[in-house]
């Protein structure tokens, strides 16, 4: 299955919110799963 991941914070870049989904992704690629995350790069609030 594909899964497409909408994070809503930054990400790979951000503190512990990029940690559970870099884990979350891992675990569901572990389990067989075709797992992209779509996040927000920028470290502007008005982008």
Do not use: C, Q, W
Not at 21 to 27: C, E, I, P, R, S
């Amino acid at each position: 299955m594909r899964i497409l991941y909408v994070a809503r914070n930054l990400f790979p870049y951000g503190a512990a919110y990029s940690s559970r989904v870099t884990h979350f992704a891992k675990m569901l690629n572990d389990m067989g799963h075709s797992v992209h995350v779509i996040a927000d790069y920028t470290m502007e609030e008005e982008a």
